[in-house]
């Protein structure tokens, strides 16, 4: 062991040094718009438009497009890839015009896309992407970590008159550690059972035993997909105590207000 | 915003251009096993005026397959440390996402949301890249690369 460690700190001496200036590298810029489409298209209807890319840096860029499935985790984190059990995605019926992408320096780059959708497509909305990344720039010796960005542009395709379903399943506190300065975290978990998608605007509030607001916290702009339960997370600064209650409110694009309600019950506090 | 010809509505939301990682690369190696180092990037980009409405955006980082085979993805630890808007952001929120060990999974370092459309907003995203080394990691004498990925999402 004695000798090992000899070894590595050798090694490392000779070979590594960590904290020296950032090694130069031809650095990636792109830009993108939009970044997010929302069609209402008819089934059959084949609807052409582009997104436009650009190469803002003064270095050539190869940029690999594909289109993607996505869904949204219980971190509330996009994960993008190919899912073909998906009913609701656009992946099958969305084309781009390109998918290996050379930039010159400063270029701008048309990308047509063209949704066709199904004749015999049901009503309902569908959601896919297209992941545009660039491609690893040849590190210079030396480096460590190189780094490359990807852009996401998101398709959503409503066919027919949307009609949204939602269900609340459940709200209560975490009993995860949390990060400094969060004394608490809530979650909602929404249903869509519905067939279309739709974005709830809203809060939860932390409501005292005579109603006064003591907490109130928006929840974020995030998708509820057909078919699918979405976790909303929701950091509180103070903790929750028993006899509280905390109050989801929430509209989702139909003009109706929904509410549900939960008793903060010792039960609950002490699962924390 | 916009309206598009033929038989459907397109509604447009988002645009930022000049998404830029700084620097294009990081030293990430350590000479003291048992040792804490830790180094840090940016990512910046500009929010354009009249694209935005409503649209929430996330910062992903994950990694590609390790080029190094004697230290896990994981010894690296992302943490967002400061988000800066310059430039008129009317309504803008934002939140670093607690700190994670790096996968090849994209995770989740910066989420926001942009109410209102922004004149010149810019924004900037720093992080933490902490590598936690340990006897048992064998050393090399050359280095190793990492490839990270920056993800911008507006779903």
Known sequence: MQRFSQLHAYLSLIGLLFGASPVAQAQIGLGLSPMRVELTLSPGVPHTDSLELTNETAAQAHVKGELLDFFIDANEDPQFGVYPSDEHSCRQFLRVSATDIDLKPNQRQTIRYTARPPADLKPGSYHCALGLTTQAIPSAAGSGLSMNVRMIASFYVTIGTPQYKVQVKEIALEDKMLSPGVAQRAYCILTNPGEFVWRPKGSLDVLEADGTVREHVALRSIPVLPGRDQKFLLSLADSPRQGDVLRLRMEVGNGEIEEARVDVSQQMLSRR | ?155
Do not use: E
């Open chain 2, 1 to 155: 915003m916009k309206t598009a010809l033929g038989l459907g509505l397109a509604l447009w939301i988002g645009s930022v251009s000049n998404l830029v990682p700084s620097p294009g690369s990081l030293p990430i190696f350590s000479s003291v096993p048992g040792g804490v180092v830790t180094n840090t990037a940016t990512t910046s980009w500009t929010i354009n005026l009249g694209a935005l409405l409503l649209s929430n955006w996330s910062l992903a980082v994950s990694a590609t397959a390790p080029a190094c085979m004697n230290a896990p993805l994981s010894a690296i630890t992302v943490r967002c440390t400061a988000i800066t808007d310059t430039g008129i952001t009317l309504l803008s929120s934002h939140s670093c996402a607690g700190q994670f060990n790096l996968s090849t999974a994209p995770q989740i370092v910066a989420t926001g949301q942009d109410t209102l459309a922004i004149l010149n907003g810019h924004r900037s995203v720093t992080i933490d890249y902490t590598f936690s080394d340990q006897w048992k990691y064998y050393a090399t004498s050359g280095p190793c690369n990492v490839s990270l990925n920056y993800t911008l999402t507006s779903l």
